[in-house]
């Protein structure tokens, strides 16, 4: 990877308001400044104080233990985080208060309390146990954005089954694929689910992936009431399940290290890596992160707009929203349907008061156009938050204008699967903001820009972010496969956790993240392994060669690319490309879908015979091709692309 060059922008920064931080839980830069310092002095007492705050059945022996790239936190500990996110609150006298509050497409509205919740997550629990699903075993969720999919993955924590939540827009070979890798024994999924007026047939998906990879089980929840196939053999309805099962259930006391869930992302191979975490440590880390970084209140109603399918929707959701006894809102459709403004009806309907969001969607939101949210009345917003990528200081400043009235803090979260909890963010009470920055790192995160030699960079200097202490919530190990694990993570940087995305740090010690370093495509938040996509491509009987590249996109952040060499003989055409496309769907997912495909007759490749894609994100993004091109086999090959190139854009 070659050093990442920076660019800087002009910093604009917005204060916070005195009437927000008076209420904040770190009212001050120097309150951030004090208990940051504290934390980095030392981390051990300092997560020892933050895990005392939740529910243990046996304290630890020992905070962490660090063998890099290895890491144990609260060791001899044993916890359960269903049992934090449930029993612990109804301790608290949080019963009667609401916990999920679910509205459908179709515009069904479902409220389940913290004791309603609780005896769905233990009938669903007991269930699983009733058909022989043990502590260890791997689980499958597939479902839709309606509750079952939150009381399904507390259900595994809670019985110390690993759930793999898969989202629901992947195709039936992507669903395979991760089946087979963490040797899942039980899938939960449903009839289908709400998009856009249409059903998605997630069942079918099912069916059709366990052809290839069966398994003991299938728990189906009615949600559509569409016709479905059935296997008596395997197949079973959870709404029968639930109506046999019992509403009492003790949680069992589970070591802090017993895995939790294993959640796929995409790589730089075409194979995506099973993201391994563990109880004790994630759940500290989403419980602290959650607190802090959205300042809870007790009447805060939070919606995080992401699909559980995704880490963001794992961790701020589900967990880190009830660890926290808080409101979380759920919603199951697309945010244009039946009209551009269905967040702000929804906004305005369920009083949100935190809304957590793509800048993907912000910028779609920007694009219909500001009447859509001046119809409602978005009085209730106190915080906004935005996730999954870098965004633009126009998008940022929209969306803190006519959002937030100007009045809400924005919190611009930097964080991975990976790292599953917020590592980058403002405290909404104690940091002023800069639109485009993430800010400052939370207190018992340590971040470093440093060089390839992993020598720190100068101030506005682009290189590398790295993560050069253990946090709790950190991966433990990519599932099967530690080697790679090791050395993806640890592996490029000696000493430290590689990111795999180039940042700088301006002279306030605020880092602007700016984007990826490897090839992987980040569309709308989501990352997308470009030899995913281009295995797809070749998988068609007519496509000899391929090449994945990113575009910059205004509204998507990235778009994909093809370049693609067909079989002798095959004619290209639009008719070709649009088949191609729809391709890449059916097998991975419509989020894959490439954006052009632009037929070549050779790729330009080095003599030992590898693609230099460099070049082609060069041609795609209609900039001049740069770099040293003296590898090149045949010169001629980038010069017919370039025409071609030229010829597409006068056409245009």
Not at 85 to 99: E, N, R, S
Not at 180 to 206: H, P, Q
Not at 335 to 347: C, G, Q, S, T, V
Not at 561 to 582: C, K, N, Y
Request: aromatic share 8%; charged share 25%.
């Amino acid at each position: 990877m070659s050093d990442i060059k920076s660019v800087l922008v002009e910093n604009r920064s917005f204060p916070p308001s005195r009437e927000f931080s008076e209420s904040s839980r770190v009212a001050s830069t120097e309150e951030y400044e004090a208990l940051y310092k504290r934390a980095d002095e030392d981390p051990e007492g300092y997560w020892s104080e933050v895990a005392s705050e939740l529910h243990w059945h046996k304290t630890w022996e020992q905070v962490l233990h660090w063998e890099l790239p290895d890491a144990k936190w609260f060791v001899g500990g044993e916890t359960n985080l269903a049992y934090n996110c449930l029993d612990h609150q109804i301790t608290k006298g949080l019963g009667d208060k609401t916990a999920i509050l679910f509205e459908g497409e179709p515009g069904d509205v479902r409220k389940l309390s913290f004791s309603e919740l609780h005896a769905e997550v233990c009938r669903f629990s007991n269930a699983l146990l009733g058909m022989g699903v043990v502590s260890g075993d791997r689980v499958a969720i597939y479902l839709p954005m309606i509750p079952e999919a939150a009381i399904a993955m507390l259900a595994c924590a809670r019985i110390g089954a690993i759930h793999s939540v898969i989202f629901g827009g992947f195709s039936a070979g992507s669903l395979s694929d991760r089946i087979a890798d963490a040797g899942i024994s039980t899938v939960i999924t449903a009839d289908g689910g709400y998009r856009r007026g249409s059903v998605l047939e997630l069942k079918k998906n099912v069916d059709e992936a366990l052809e290839k990879t069966p398994v003991e089980r299938v728990i189906v929840v009615q949600r559509c009431k569409n016709e479905v196939n059935w296997d008596n053999e395997r197949d079973h309805w959870y709404h029968d399940l639930m109506a046999a099962a019992s509403s009492e259930h003790q949680a069992p006391a589970l070591d802090s290290e017993h895995p939790l869930f294993i959640l796929y992302t995409s790589g730089t191979t075409g194979k995506p890596k099973g993201i391994l975490h563990t109880t004790g440590g994630y759940m500290c880390g989403v419980y602290q992160s959650t607190k802090l970084v959205f300042d809870i209140k007790d009447d805060d109603i939070f919606w995080c707009t992401a699909d559980v399918g995704w880490i963001t929707g794992h961790s701020y959701v589900v967990y880190g929203a009830l660890l926290n006894g808080t409101t979380t809102l759920m919603y199951e459709g697309a945010p244009n349907h039946p009209e551009p403004d269905r967040f702000w009806e929804l906004i305005a309907k369920h009083k949100a008061t935190i809304l957590y969001t793509a800048p993907t969607a912000i910028r779609a939101f920007m694009r219909w156009g500001d009447t859509w949210p001046d119809k409602h009345d978005l009085s209730s917003l106190r915080l906004l938050g935005t996730v999954g990528e870098p965004i633009n200081p126009a998008a940022w400043e929209w969306y803190r204008e006519r959002i937030g009235g100007n009045r809400c803090p924005i919190v611009d979260t930097w964080w991975q699967t990976e790292t599953g909890s917020i590592m980058v963010s403002p405290l909404p009470g104690a940091i002023a903001t800069k639109p485009g920055s993430c800010t400052r790192a939370l207190p018992g995160v340590s971040i470093k820009i440093v060089n390839r030699e992993g020598q720190p960079c100068d101030t506005n200097a682009g290189g590398f972010l790295v993560i050069d202490k253990p946090w709790p919530s950190m991966l433990r190990t990519i599932y099967g496969d530690h080697e790679r694990f090791t050395k993806t993570y640890f592996g490029e940087i000696d000493g430290v956790y590689f990111a795999g995305d180039g940042a700088r740090c301006d002279e306030d010690g605020y880092f602007w993240v700016m984007g990826r370093v490897d090839d992987v495509i980040n569309v709308s938040g989501h990352r997308l392994s470009t030899m995913e996509v281009e295995s797809a491509l070749v998988s068609h009987p007519q496509v000899a060669e391929v090449a994945v590249v990113a575009k910059p996109d205004a509204l998507k952040g990235q778009v994909i690319v093809a370049f693609v060499t067909p079989m002798g003989g095959v004619e290209t055409s639009d008719a070709l490309a649009i088949e191609l496309r729809q391709h890449v769907a059916k097998e991975i997912g419509a989020l894959a879908r490439p954006e052009e495909i632009r037929f070549a007759d050779a790729l330009p490749k080095t003599r030992s015979g590898k693609i230099m894609r460099r070049l082609l994100r060069d041609l795609a993004s209609g900039t001049k091709v740069q770099g040293d091109v003296t590898t090149l086999e045949d010169a001629s090959v980038l010069s017919a692309l370039a025409a071609q190139h030229d010829e597409d854009s006068d056409e245009a």
